[in-house]
């Protein structure tokens, strides 16, 4: 299965199935003749699986980073610049990210900005990785500041989600990266019913067909498409901040969204866009993916009200992607008072 990302200058292909991580050697003998270098970058953990059998026909460099978010510091991007350098690593090579979320987020920036670009390939490995974090181009380290604050746009020349390495994938990161999945089921409108007996592999399908679209019409998230990905976010990203501060375990980003997703039905039908049809269909498909659908443990609504608007101290601009008639899409100045009230409901339910 191939589903194009069909950007004008640099278009490229997702390439999804079983052990379609050994095209990617074929890709770079065919696409990048002058490549002399693969350099893959992935953490000790990725490593080590059992599907870690890359063979290129070029030189094959790894460069091992630290595992998860640890990766996305600007040390380990300098880490890892120097290593490319030491190694002579030119224009016409190539870095392959292997990893979940954090790795191709790394691999990509150090593509982005060594030589001044270099051609990076993705092999996402987590459900995270594969929906979302390795498709469209967006490349990130954190720094002490905030998540993602240093970057690039950078696009892959493409991309291959191998099924076969989703199998080792424990059973808390499956469900943190279905969050992100019945993001994608709901944003197209789909039911629970359509859920039937489809597999994890129609799940990623349908979820990366959508990123590929929107990637295309908003490519440098300027004209306002890109935002409908953060549909369940806005909430999902204040309870994150609020959770991880007092307990880095609490919750996976994944379990965020999907109370999320649970919290803006909610709220639309509040603000009379939806009827009470949409919060059971989305409860639905929270269930069916295993997902979390209330706040568990206390959160104080004022610092969660604080955490999703964009002025912290008024709670003004409080801007959510809700459904309504015409499907899901971005709306703003949505009244605080309104908010706070589907919150403390939400609270106590
Ligand atoms: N660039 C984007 O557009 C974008 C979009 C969404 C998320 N992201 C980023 O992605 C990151 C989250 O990604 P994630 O959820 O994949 O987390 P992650 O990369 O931190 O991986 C989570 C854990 O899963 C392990 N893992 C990954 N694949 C595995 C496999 N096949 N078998 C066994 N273990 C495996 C990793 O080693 C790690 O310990 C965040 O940093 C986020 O900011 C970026």
């Given at each position: ?11 490229y292909d997702v390439i999804l199935g079983d052990g379609v991580r050994h095209d990617v050697s074929a890709f770079i003998t065919q696409h990048l003749p002058r490549a002399r270098v693969a350099v893959i970058i992935t953490s000790p953990e990725i490593r080590r699986q059992p599907w870690f059998d890359f ?26 610049c120097e290593e490319l350098a030491q190694r002579h690593v030119s224009r016409h090579d190539v870095i392959v990210g292997v990893g979940g979320g954090a790795i191709t987020d790394l691999a990509g920036f150090a593509a982005a900005v060594y030589l001044r670009g270099v051609a990076v390939l993705q092999v ?226």
């Amino acid at each position: 299965m191939r589903i194009p990302v069909n950007l004008r200058d640099a278009p490229y292909d997702v390439i999804l199935g079983d052990g379609v991580r050994h095209d990617v050697s074929a890709f770079i003998t065919q696409h990048l003749p002058r490549a002399r270098v693969a350099v893959i970058i992935t953490s000790p953990e990725i490593r080590r699986q059992p599907w870690f059998d890359f063979s290129f026909a070029v030189e094959t460099v790894v460069i091992e980073v630290a595992d998860g978010e640890a990766a996305k510091t600007l040390s380990s991007l300098e880490a890892v610049c120097e290593e490319l350098a030491q190694r002579h690593v030119s224009r016409h090579d190539v870095i392959v990210g292997v990893g979940g979320g954090a790795i191709t987020d790394l691999a990509g920036f150090a593509a982005a900005v060594y030589l001044r670009g270099v051609a990076v390939l993705q092999v996402p490995t987590s459900v995270v990785g594969q929906v979302d974090a390795a498709i469209g181009g967006k490349t990130a380290v954190n720094i002490a500041a905030g998540k993602n604050l240093v970057g690039a746009f950078h696009q892959p020349a493409g991309v291959w989600c191998d099924s076969e390495t989703l199998v080792t994938l424990s059973g808390r990161e499956r469900i943190a990266g279905m969050g992100e999945v019945a993001k994608c089921w709901l944003l197209e409108g789909r039911s629970r019913a359509a859920l039937g007996d489809a597999t994890l592999s129609d799940f990623i399908e349908v979820s990366v067909a959508l990123k590929a679209r929107i990637v295309v019409a908003d490519e440098f998230e300027q004209s306002g498409e890109r935002a409908l990905l953060n549909y369940g976010h806005t909430l999902g990203h204040a309870i994150e901040l609020v959770a991880l501060d007092r307990d880095a375990d609490e919750l996976r980003h994944g379990e965020a969204v999907g109370i999320g997703l649970a919290f803006a039905a909610r709220l639309a039908r509040a603000l009379g866009r939806v009827d009470e049809g949409v919060v059971d269909q989305t409860d639905a498909v929270l269930d069916f993916f295993q997902l979390p659908r209330r706040l568990s443990g206390h959160f104080d609504v004022d610092e969660l009200l604080s955490a999703m608007s964009r002025d912290k101290k008024a709670h003004h601009n409080l801007t959510l992607v809700l459904d309504g008639a015409a499907g899901c899409e971005v709306v703003a100045d949505i009244d605080p008072q309104v908010v706070r009230e589907v919150l403390e409901q939400f609270q106590e339910a």
